[in-house]
C-alpha cells in the first residue's frame, strides 16, 4: 500500500460547484497532515494544514478521520482560479522530530466557466 | 511568499558531468530539504538538513551529496550526473517547531 494515495482525477467542474478530495495515509503513526496545492510548472504551495477536529478557511474545509487514516478536502463554490493539482501531504519521519512530508501524486481539478 | 531562491532555475547537461544545485534562504529556518518531483511519483526526499554541517539522507539519496556551509544556503550536488536524475528540484524549509514546509521555485535539470 502505498504512504499517500489520492484520485489523480481529472476532475472537470463547473465554476460555481463544490467539489471533494479524499486521500488515504498508510501509517497510523501519522500526526500532521496538509493540502498543498500546485499550480502548473510551478512549486507547491501550502493551502491548509489538517487538524483533527477539521478546519475551515474561507471556501475550503478540510477534514480528518484518523480511525479511517483518511484526510479530505471541500472546495465550496468553485473559481476558475481553483484550477490546479491539489496535494495530500502527511508529515513523516525523516528528520527526527521534525519530520520530511509525504506526498501523494495530487489530484487535478479543472473549473470551467 | 517565503524569501526561497533557487539557482540555476533550468539547466542541461551531459551525462557524466558534475552538477550543483542551490538553495538561498532569507528566513533564517534551521530546517532545509531537497525533494525531485518526476511523472507519476509524489515529491520525493533527497536529502536534509537539520542545521549547519548537519544533513541527512532522504528516500532517494543516491546519487547525490549535500552541503550546508551557512544557515541561508543549501547545496545540492550531482557528483556524475545521469539520465535517470533529469528532473525538477524543489528545496523546501521549515522553522523549528512547525510542521509547514515552504518551497521554492524549483530548478529543471535536464540530463542529456
Known amino acids: 500500500r502505498k504512504e499517500v494515495e489520492q484520485d489523480p482525477g481529472p476532475f472537470n467542474v463547473p465554476e460555481g460547484a463544490t467539489v471533494a478530495f479524499n486521500c488515504t495515509y498508510s501509517?497510523?503513526?501519522?500526526?500532521?497532515f496538509f493540502w498543498y496545492r500546485q499550480d502548473c510548472r510551478k512549486e507547491p504551495k501550502l493551502l491548509m494544514s489538517?487538524?483533527?477536529s477539521g478546519n475551515e478557511d474561507g471556501r475550503f474545509t478540510a477534514q480528518l478521520n484518523r480511525a479511517s487514516q483518511y484526510i479530505s478536502l471541500l472546495i465550496r463554490d468553485s473559481k476558475l482560479s481553483d484550477s490546479a493539482t491539489y496535494l495530500c501531504?502527511?508529515?513523516?519521519?525523516?528528520?527526527?522530530?521534525?519530520?520530511?512530508?509525504?506526498f501523494g501524486k495530487g489530484t487535478k481539478l479543472s473549473v470551467k466557466p | 511568499d517565503a524569501g526561497i531562491t533557487q539557482s540555476p532555475r533550468h539547466k542541461v547537461t551531459e551525462t557524466g558531468t558534475p552538477v550543483t544545485l542551490r538553495c538561498h534562504q532569507t528566513?533564517?529556518?534551521?530546517?532545509m530539504y531537497w525533494y525531485r518531483q518526476d511523472p507519476g511519483h509524489g515529491l520525493r526526499l533527497i536529502h536534509y538538513?537539520?542545521?549547519?554541517?548537519?544533513?541527512d539522507k532522504g528516500e532517494v539519496s543516491d546519487g547525490y551529496s549535500v552541503s550546508r556551509s551557512k544557515t541561508e544556503d543549501f547545496l545540492l550536488t550531482l557528483e556524475s550526473a545521469t539520465s535517470s536524475q533529469t528532473s525538477v528540484y524543489f528545496c523546501?524549509?521549515?522553522?523549528?517547531?512547525?510542521?509547514?514546509?515552504?518551497f521554492g521555485p524549483g530548478t529543471r535539470l535536464t540530463v542529456t
Open positions: 523546501a524549509i521549515s522553522a523549528s517547531g512547525t510542521y509547514e514546509q515552504y
Open positions: 501509517n497510523s503513526a501519522s500526526q500532521s
Open positions: 489538517v487538524y483533527s
Open positions: 528566513e533564517n529556518h534551521r530546517y
Open positions: 538538513s537539520y542545521g549547519v554541517k548537519d544533513t
Open positions: 501531504v502527511v508529515r513523516g519521519f525523516y528528520g527526527g522530530s521534525q519530520g520530511n512530508l509525504i
